[in-house]
C-alpha cells in the first residue's frame, strides 16, 4: 500500500495550491481520507479529512473557508485545493488513511501515511 503526496511548492501569500494523493495496492473507496500537517518545530496537525463516500469533510479551524477536500474513488485519489494561502500554512502536508471510512480529526486513527510534501508561503 503506497500513497503519494504531490502539488507541493513555492507560492506567495494570497495564493493557490492543489494538493493530490493517489493512493495504491488496494482500492481505498470505503476508506476515510485525511489530510496532516507538520511545521519544523511545531506537532503534526489535523488540516482535513472526507468520509468514504466524500459526504461528510471537516476542517480544522484555521483552514475553513479556505481549503476544500474532496475525492475521486474511482481514480483511487484524494484532493486538497488550498487557497488565500498565508505563511503559516507553510509545513509539509501528509495524507493518510482511516480505515473506519469516517472523516477523523485525530491522527492516530489513521493506518497509512503518505511521504509528505513541503508547501512554503513566502510573505
Known amino acids: 500500500v503506497q500513497l503519494q503526496a504531490s502539488g507541493g511548492g513555492l507560492v506567495q501569500a494570497g495564493g493557490s495550491l492543489r494538493l493530490t494523493c493517489a493512493a495504491s495496492?488496494?482500492?481505498?473507496?470505503?476508506?476515510?481520507m485525511g489530510w496532516f500537517r507538520q511545521a519544523p518545530g511545531k506537532e503534526r496537525e489535523f488540516v482535513a479529512s472526507i468520509n468514504w463516500s466524500g459526504g461528510t469533510t471537516n476542517y480544522a479551524d484555521s483552514v475553513k473557508g479556505r481549503f476544500t477536500i474532496s475525492r475521486d474513488n474511482a481514480k483511487n485519489t484524494v484532493y486538497l485545493q488550498m487557497n488565500s494561502l498565508k505563511p503559516d500554512d507553510t509545513a509539509v502536508y501528509y495524507c493518510?488513511?482511516?480505515?473506519?471510512?469516517?472523516?477523523?480529526?485525530?491522527?492516530?486513527?489513521?493506518?497509512?501515511w503518505g511521504q509528505g510534501t513541503q508547501v512554503t508561503v513566502s510573505s
Open positions: 495496492g488496494r482500492t481505498f473507496s470505503t476508506d476515510g
Open positions: 493518510a488513511v482511516n480505515p473506519s471510512g469516517f472523516a477523523a480529526r485525530v491522527g492516530w486513527t489513521y493506518n497509512y
